[in-house]
């Protein structure tokens, strides 16, 4: 089972767990809707697109409405943390939620008792958590954009809204310095993949891949184009993938799909996740010699 876990933005959206199907704009699970435009849905829709195209089980999800009073949050990490070890996932994605660091210490506390410990990714808020719990040593992949790689790389900020002004103000250039200072910190993952201009892969503090092509600009203002890529990534690396070349092939689908759709600043980011399908056609089995006739 891969599960994936975060809020959305829906005040009316109780507690929702299921395996999730696509309808439309929305995504369903348990008999819910919620959009797969944003955030955690956007997320949700790209490890969907994945599963989908690999004939693999669909993702359960773990979601529940949070508009910044942090009950959706609290909802979701009690519930998680109860029912962790007889759900029993492969592979466990946090995204965005508050960064409540005593629920995730316990969240994390729980899983030690799992069977098998699940392969762990972290973005946004559950990243925030990680980071400032001291926790970052828990999970396997971290996937920040430059200002959160600004924000992992200070030892003294526990958000990104506390780290120091000159970090905030980072250029691309200092981006694998701050990989460097982040492994160094203990406030990295095992695997870092910074998404930005150029998307970097590190492990235990190396860079080991830079990717740049296709360069495509007008993906960088459309929202929800970040939040794709930790949801390819989950998906590749449930689909049986190495870490690093789920993270590699993460970024180049992103960046590939991106050329086939041909983005304005208009354009939504499910016209992205909508071409992910083609592009592992097209390319899964060059990048990686497994080749699948989807």
Known sequence: MILLFGTVPDKNLPLTYGQVRQE????????RRFSRTQGTGAMISAALAITNY????????????????GKGTRDLYKYL???????????LTMHYSLPIMALLKKLCDTIKGCEKRPFMIA??????????????????????????????????ATHPAYISHHLFDCDADKIPGQITDAFKNKSAAKLLLVKGKTDYVAVNGQIVATII????????????????????????????????????????TNRMAGVLAQPTPATKVKEIIDRFPEVAKNNYCAWSGICYNG
């Open 54 to 69: 690999f004939k693999i089980e669909s993702p359960y999800v773990l979601v529940a409405g949070d508009i910044g009073d």
């Open 24 to 31: 439309g704009d929305n995504l369903v699970a348990d008999g």
């Open 213 to 252: 092509e296709p360069n495509v600009p007008t993906l960088e203002p459309i929202g929800g184009t970040g939040d794709t890529i930790t949801g390819l990534v989950s998906g590749l690396v449930f689909a049986g993938l190495d870490p690093k070349d789920a993270a590699i092939f993460a970024c180049r």
């Open 123 to 156: 973005d946004a808020g559950a990243m925030y958590a990680a980071k400032g719990a001291g926790l970052a040593g828990e999970f396997d992949i971290f996937t920040p954009d430059p200002s959160e790689i600004a924000f992992l790389a200070d030892p003294q």
């Open 81 to 91: 943390t109860d029912h962790i070890v007889e759900m029993k996932p492969e592979v």
